[in-house]
């Protein structure tokens, strides 16, 4: 694609050069989608205090106008994503949605309301169950849940040894899951336990023919996102151009080895998506 307009960084694959190109060339026909944690906003050890990166709201809200569309697809509910990220309001994003809980709930800066089914009936079984079972388990200590509303979900990230008690959760907490009719969504340093049916590939794929793209940027940071990585491949091998970004490496290698590019976390992503606004004109 030749020089970097505003020193955007190269994707290093020919596909994602193609899906940058692709976006800079139509991008009133091109969706920006990504997550929020780990992506807009640096993961820390209480996911209550979590909020976007100072960088990522004035970036979205350049970017957005130049664009066709701009999703945060998130497996946090809709609303709280809204609330964190500071999106309600926000100039700019008057026609930004959230697709919350892996697209289970959607909120449309247009209408400022959240639509959603009703709770999954495993959710309240699991949540009562939850607590005893940890414990009849041995978790270890540090291992906490989180009330997510539409899904449950157990955090190692506070305990001696992260990865060790993660995965000596991922086998009883599956088995919990598959009893109540639930699936486990594996993410960093957390195990979360949510109705089936969606994730962030079904989200995309369907908000992408939604709008009618004809090019998509994705970034994300965690094995959560790797579904909607498969259905940015997918949608590349039927024709559409996209870029795959990640955020981060360290923790996630599988995400980064399958990027188009690498950044290193919220403060880069939101860097790039400044100089992406500015490398398209007005």
Request: net charge negative; glycine share 10%.
């Amino acid at each position: 694609m030749g020089s970097r307009p505003h020193s955007l960084p190269m994707p290093v694959t020919a596909a994602g050069r193609e899906g940058l190109e692709a976006l800079l060339r139509a991008p009133r026909r091109s969706v920006v989608a990504l997550d929020f944690d780990g992506t807009l906003a640096e993961i820390v050890p209480d996911p209550d205090q979590a909020r976007a990166h100072p960088g990522a709201l004035p970036a979205l809200s350049e970017l957005a106008p130049k664009v066709g569309s701009v999703a945060v697809i998130t497996g946090r509910p809709a609303g709280v994503a809204v609330r964190y990220g500071g999106f309600a309001g926000a100039p700019g994003l008057e026609h930004l949605v959230v697709l919350g809980h892996y697209g289970a709930e959607r909120w449309d800066a247009i209408t400022g309301n959240v639509h959603a089914p009703a709770e999954h009936p495993g959710v309240a079984a699991v949540r009562a169950e939850l607590p005893g079972f940890l414990d009849s388990i041995g978790a270890w200590q540090g291992t906490w849940i989180e009330e997510k509303g539409r899904a449950l979900a157990v955090h190692t990230r506070r305990t001696e040894d992260p990865s060790a008690a993660f995965a000596a959760l991922r086998e009883p907490l599956a088995d919990l899951a598959q009893r109540h009719g639930l699936v486990v969504e594996p993410g960093r340093a957390v195990l979360e336990l949510r109705p089936p049916g969606t994730d962030k590939g079904v989200a995309l794929t369907e908000y992408l023919a939604e709008v009618d793209a004809e090019a998509v940027l994705f970034a994300g940071d965690d094995l959560g996102d790797l579904a909607a990585y498969a259905a940015v491949e997918k949608r590349r091998a039927d024709g559409l151009p996209g870029l795959l970004v990640c955020s981060g490496s360290a923790e996630v290698p599988e995400l980064s080895a399958r990027a188009d590019l690498t950044l290193s976390g919220p403060a880069e992503v939101a860097a790039f998506l400044a100089t992406l606004a500015r490398a398209i004109p007005a």
